[in-house]
């Protein structure tokens, strides 16, 4: 699993590594020996970073599942760290987000390069995205609308925090919200920061209240 940042804590036999541990195992030449220790793991958990400065050891293992988290990170397929996500060896492939549009349609195409749905994710720039959805939605064409729900109906699967099981329990149990105040000293140039900024705000805000009242 790839995410920003992780945390794991479950029974099955898993590895944490991190920028650290990657590169001094491949600038040491033991990335064969470390390739053979992450595969005995049933779990790696790693970041996106520790990806990004790895030249050896994650692409020579011959991974059953790779899951992204935070998937947007890879929305650009130019991207040297989208390249070496698509080339990590994995017949199935999974990926998460709260929100796999970062700020345009496109962002599906990085995505669907590393899931490698063909053709949208030919691994090449052949026009057939732009063809069928990029330029109908620029166009505010609805067959665009229409290419993307057959296309996210193949390869997407939505939860919402109100869904249930069939025996009517929540998917998601959280806890009830609690919320704590703590006190925090400040040391004294956090204070004089703080006093300055609270001095700079109430001079802004009696400003504002002259200005209201001569208009």
């Known amino acids: 699993m790839i995410s920003a940042s992780f945390t794991y804590d479950g029974g099955h036999s898993s590895a944490r590594y991190t920028s650290e541990d990657l590169v001094k195992k491949d600038v040491n030449g033991a990335w064969r020996a470390a390739a053979a220790e992450l595969a005995s793991n049933d779990i790696l958990i790693t970041t996106y970073p520790a990806l990004d400065k790895c030249i050896s050891v994650l692409p020579s293992v011959a991974w059953r599942r790779v899951v992204l988290d935070e998937m947007q990170e890879i929305r650009s397929s130019t991207t040297e760290l989208a390249r070496k996500c698509e080339r990590l060896h994995a017949p199935r492939r999974w990926m998460v987000s709260g929100t796999p549009l970062y700020d345009k349609v496109s962002d599906l195409q ?41 296309l996210l109906r193949g390869v ?42 609270n001095h700079r705000a109430l001079n802004y805000n009696q400003v504002c209240r002259r200005a209201s009242r001569r208009l």
């Open 156 to 197: 997407m699967i939505r939860h919402s925090k109100s869904q249930t099981t069939l025996d009517g329990h929540s998917i998601l149990a959280l806890p009830p919200k609690r919320l704590r105040y703590v006190a925090v000293p400040l040391t004294d140039s956090e204070l004089a920061a703080s006093l300055n900024y």
């Open 110 to 150: 990085g995505e669907l390069y590393f899931l490698r749905v063909s053709p949208f994710g030919s691994g090449h720039e052949d026009g057939f995205w732009n063809h069928v959805v990029g330029a109908p939605w620029e166009q505010k064409d609805p067959s665009a609308l229409d290419a993307l729900h057959l």
